[in-house]
């Protein structure tokens, strides 16, 4: 079946611009995951969802990011007033439910948007 | 202290040979241990996941666990040129949120030689 899909690829923009990232999760997952990486280092969480609500979130570095999952399937991540520091690459991954210590909590990624700000 | 340490390498194995990547963590609650694989440019793959003490196979690849020693590794049999690749460990434990977050290291680059 599908993966985890993610669009923009790439995203090229100015300082002081707003973002919109969006992820589509494989198909019945409930869960879903934001991650940040950049470059040389691993994932780092960002924002959890357990259908539509955002059960943890953490990980957000400060208000400029927010995100929603109005359905309880695709979600976006939204930046506003970006900037450089936040160039990276934004990794949207979904799990079937989460369950501690099991199978069903193994997070598949997907490809990842990378963010430039110029 | 970092939360999950690997060596960064890179590693080098010749071709045919067993790769051994390592990965200790700090919190000891930690639940579940899984491996990823990252090339360059893509995103990361799942390849392996443990959630108790011993060894699991799978293939050419078996992931052992220590939760005593907080220790989780990862081998690599019959080593193939494209197995070259990031390997980040990633540990999942219950976060005060009722959900299982996982930590990440910043891997390790494997390269294997022809």
């Known amino acids: 079946g599908a993966g985890v899909s993610q669009t923009p690829s790439n995203k090229v923009t100015e300082k002081g611009k707003y973002v919109e990232l969006r992820c589509d999760p494989i198909?019945?997952?409930?869960?879903l995951y934001w991650y940040r990486q950049s470059l040389g280092q691993g994932p780092e969480f960002l924002i959890y969802?357990?259908?539509?609500?955002?059960?943890?979130d953490s990980g957000l570095p400060n208000d400029r990011f927010f995100a929603v999952r109005p359905e309880g399937s695709v979600s976006t991540l939204k930046i506003q007033r970006t900037e450089r520091g936040d160039s990276a690459v934004y990794l949207c991954?979904?799990?079937?439910?989460?369950?501690?210590?099991?199978?069903?909590?193994?997070?598949?990624f997907g490809p990842g948007t990378r963010l430039t700000v110029l | 202290q970092k939360e999950v340490e690997q060596n960064s390498g890179p590693l080098s194995v010749p071709e045919g040979a067993i790769a051994s990547l390592n990965c200790t963590y700090s919190?000891?609650?930690?639940?579940?241990f899984f491996w990823y694989r990252q090339y360059s440019g893509k995103s990361p793959e799942l390849i392996m996941s443990?959630?108790?003490?011993g060894d699991k196979e799978d293939g050419r690849f078996t992931a052992q666990l220590n939760k005593a020693s907080q220790y989780v590794s990862l081998l690599i049999r019959d080593s193939q040129p494209s197995d070259s690749a990031t390997y980040l460990c990633?540990?999942?434990?219950?976060?005060?949120?009722?959900?299982?977050?996982?930590?990440f290291g910043t891997g390790t680059r494997l390269t294997i030689i022809p």
């Open positions: 919190d000891r609650v930690s639940q579940s």
């Open positions: 969802f357990q259908g539509t609500g955002a059960a943890d």
């Open positions: 991954a979904s799990s079937p439910f989460p369950s501690a210590g099991g199978p069903y909590n193994e997070q598949f």
């Open positions: 443990i959630y108790s003490n």
């Open positions: 990633a540990i999942g434990a219950i976060s005060n949120f009722g959900n299982e977050k996982l930590t």
């Open positions: 198909s019945g997952h409930t869960a």
